[in-house]
């Protein structure tokens, strides 16, 4: 089992929906978690941090964090096409110190 | 804002050469990450640095060195550079200090071509 698990998609949603995209990870002790956006040929780009249970809101961006059931996610509401981009799951996986452990990425694609 | 620079944004090498990749953070980080990123094998870190003078491992540091002279530079070296060694390269940088989370924040990347 990958330490760091994301579904690779693409997902596709129509321009206006709620984008849902979902990471597990494997580390118990995990303190703190981030989605990353990343738009082709250009480097992460840090959109949401999260270190406590329950759901953190940035604009469109709602990020979940459900520790017990070692799960995160990041809700993007009212997606708009400049929205589509890969997005990467990263965990501060205990056991690795000051290392962050990312998942594979998630490709979203928002049509207009 | 946290601003990391790479020194070239596209890079074109002959087999053999000695090639240095450079990366400076203006934000008085502690530790420093050079990943390359392939498709489909995501980012896979090489090395990094939690100070100056230090370097660790990371997963896949065969081919590769690291300098860390000062604390707001790390440099990735590839001793003699191999075609398989054409990728994007990517330098980040993240604090040690009390209240942070371990973020890191990106370099624009460096697209490296051995030919």
């Known amino acids: 089992q990958k330490e760091v698990e994301q579904n690779s998609g693409p997902l596709s949603v129509p321009e206006g929906a709620i984008a849902s995209l979902n990471c597990t990870y494997s580390d118990r002790v995990s303190q703190s978690f981030f989605w990353y956006r990343q738009y082709s040929g250009k480097s992460p780009e840090l959109i949401m941090s999260i270190y406590s249970n329950g759901d953190k809101e940035d604009g469109r961006f709602t990020a979940q964090l459900n520790k017990a059931s070692q799960y995160v996610s990041l809700l993007i509401r009212d997606s708009q096409p400049s929205d589509s981009a890969t997005y990467l799951c990263?965990?501060?996986?205990?056991?690795?110190?000051?290392?962050?452990?990312f998942g594979a990425g998630t490709i979203l694609r928002v049509k207009s | 804002d946290v601003k990391v620079t790479q020194s070239s944004r596209y890079l074109v090498k002959r087999t053999g050469e000695k090639v240095f990749l450079e990366c400076v953070q203006d934000?008085?980080?502690?530790?420093m990450f050079w990943y390359r990123q392939d498709p489909g094998l995501g980012l896979r870190l090489i090395y990094f640095?939690?100070?100056?003078?230090?370097?660790e491992k990371g997963d896949i540091p065969e081919g590769y060195s690291v300098s860390r002279e000062k604390k707001e530079r790390f440099s990735l070296i590839l001793e003699s550079a191999s075609t398989n060694q054409t990728s994007m390269y990517l330098c980040a940088s993240s604090s040690s200090g009390a209240f942070t989370y371990n973020e890191q924040f990106f370099g624009p990347g460096t697209r490296l071509t051995v030919l």
């Open positions: 640095s939690y100070d100056v003078k230090m370097k």
């Open positions: 990263a965990v501060n996986l205990g056991e690795y110190g000051n290392k962050l452990v």
């Open positions: 934000m008085d980080h502690e530790n």
